[in-house]
């Protein structure tokens, strides 16, 4: 099987590499560069699905013999006037059946919350790293690495959120699995 994964960042490459291999076994794994053309700091779980969305699009459609095109989107929610942070993947075919997953979320802290809404930064990651004195936590296990002291990373949010977007694709007599043509 040849999963094309639309990032290039390695602690999402992990997470969906992980996922796959426990419920496929071996595959050939092709990060394809993607973009989104939404905001570098998705907002709203709908405009999180449709970054998730694009990028899978962008991958399975960028790299001939794709089987599969996955894209995974970081982004925050509000709910009860909190801020929280989640990943959503969506797993494309190449048959055009599609499904999502969401990892777990976290509460993002208030004054990382607080800088973004006053525009002292573009995306979490900036708000993070200045506040930590670390570079690229993105791709280094994320906040969540930080915040839970190395007790969950970025690379398992995505392994669970991939995992969840497997569901339906194992147990298609169960789930009428989305057609990406209508969208």
Known sequence: MRVCVGTLNPSKIAGVERAFKKVFGELDIVPVGASTR??????????????????????LRGVPGCDVGVGIEAG???????VFDVQVVCIVTADGSESLGLSPSFMVPEPFARALVLGE????EEVVDRFFGTSDVGS??????????SLVTREDLTYYATLMALVPLMNRELYSVGRTENR
């Open 76 to 82: 925050l929610y509000l709910l009860e006037g909190r």
């Open 140 to 149: 280094k296990g994320g906040l969540i690495k930080l915040l839970t002291r």
């Open 38 to 59: 939404i905001p570098p700091q998705p907002i709203g779980i709908s405009v999180i699905v449709e970054g998730s969305r694009r990028r899978a699009l962008e991958a």
């Open 121 to 124: 930064a573009g995306e979490l």
